[in-house]
């Protein structure tokens, strides 16, 4: 008989919601296994319904959570979960408080997915700027257009937020020769100095720049920040960028910039009802650039999301402090 200990995971479940885990995840999952956790992971790709989480959480010692939702309900189902470990950023999914005063650790992956969205950001810039989408549709149907685009370099660009994915794209673009400004009233000048960005209120960063790009978290105070106001003090042919949250822009205003010049194109990620209607006006112009939220989807962030998401059960179970801690 051996007398090595058990691993950690021995007798313990482990319950995936997160979809697509076996296939982008496979790291953090070996590290799972490999320390004896059993896995009950969503094999569908749609999120575990509440009443599905609700009979799989009775038996789950941890949780590795994707959109579904962890609300009071669901955690009063929970007998022995010890941890929530959040596949992303957002914990808007999951009741911190309630969470915590039933011993449960919550904890995120700040930053995380950053690169994956900073560099986005840098494509629907350098795609609008080209006209890249117009090209390539006009080529697939058999037309030679050669649209005149613009340069990166010498423009200048105003960041609504300036947290670890404005911090990111500010270093991306340093090297393309560009002036920055950054609108975020709780920005560490340090940072921002660091990386030659100054730091200005938000009209001042929106005014006599070629390009906006938005990066502040959706909440009440940020709600359609980017609005009619806002644009009005904007110069002609500003480019908007917005791969933060759908709520921080009006669509309807920016549909009106659109008609009026004031803005020259838009990069989104995210609109304001996801998934959003193909009968949404901003479509019917052709300087709108989309993604369907796919700001964090690269091979590399889930890889890092989820061997940190692993981590964190590991080192719960082991006795250790997980690291981002959320409540
Ligand atoms: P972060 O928390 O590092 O940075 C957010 C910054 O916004 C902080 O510096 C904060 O000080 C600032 N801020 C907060 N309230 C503000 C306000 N009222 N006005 C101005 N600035 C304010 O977050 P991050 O990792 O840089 O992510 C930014 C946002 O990007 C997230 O909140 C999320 O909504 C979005 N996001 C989108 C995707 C995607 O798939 N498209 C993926 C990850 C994150």
Redesign the pocket.
């Known amino acids: 008989m051996s007398d090595r200990p058990a691993p950690v995971g021995a007798g313990r479940t482990v319950i995936v919601g997160a979809v697509r885990y076996a296939e982008l995840c496979g790291r953090g999952r070996q590290l799972l296994i490999d320390n004896g956790f059993t896995l009950i992971e969503n094999q569908t790709t749609v999120p575990w319904t509440a009443s599905e989480l609700h009979e799989l959480i009775r038996s789950a010692d941890a949780a590795v959570a994707g959109v579904e939702v962890f609300d009071q309900p669901a955690l009063a189902e929970a007998a022995s979960l010890r941890i929530v470990s959040r596949l992303g950023?957002?914990l808007d999914n999951v009741d911190l408080a309630e969470a915590r005063a039933r011993g449960i650790d919550v904890v995120n992956v700040?930053?995380g997915?950053?690169e994956a969205?900073a560099e986005l950001a840098l494509g629907f810039i350098l795609s609008l700027l080209r006209r890249l989408p117009e090209m390539n549709e006009a080529a697939r149907a058999g037309r030679w257009d050669r649209y005149v685009g613009r340069e990166l370099a010498g423009t200048r660009i105003g960041l609504?937020?300036?947290?670890?994915?404005?911090r990111l794209l500010s270093a991306r673009l340093s090297g393309f020769d560009v002036t920055i400004k950054a609108?975020?009233?709780?920005?560490d000048p340090a940072h921002a100095a660091a990386l030659g960005v100054a730091l200005v209120p938000l009209e001042d960063a929106v005014a006599d720049v070629d390009i906006v790009s938005v990066?502040?978290?959706?909440?009440p105070?940020?709600h359609h920040l980017v609005n009619d106001e806002l644009i009005t003090r904007m110069s002609e042919g500003t480019l908007l960028i917005n791969?933060?949250?759908g709520g921080l822009v009006d669509e309807a205003a920016l549909v009106r910039g659109l008609e009026s010049g004031r803005i020259g194109g838009a990069g989104l990620?995210?609109f304001e009802h996801e998934p959003v209607d193909p009968r949404n006006p901003l479509f019917a112009h052709s300087g709108v650039v989309t993604a369907p939220?796919?700001?964090?989807d690269t091979v590399e962030a889930y890889d890092r999301i989820g061997w940190a998401t692993a981590e964190a059960i590991v080192d719960v179970f082991s006795g250790r402090r997980p690291a981002n801690l959320a409540n």
């Open positions: 950023v957002g700040p930053g997915n950053a969205v609504l937020g300036f947290g670890a994915i404005a609108y975020d009233p709780y920005a990066h502040v978290p959706h909440l105070a940020t791969t933060s949250r990620d995210v939220h796919a700001g964090a």
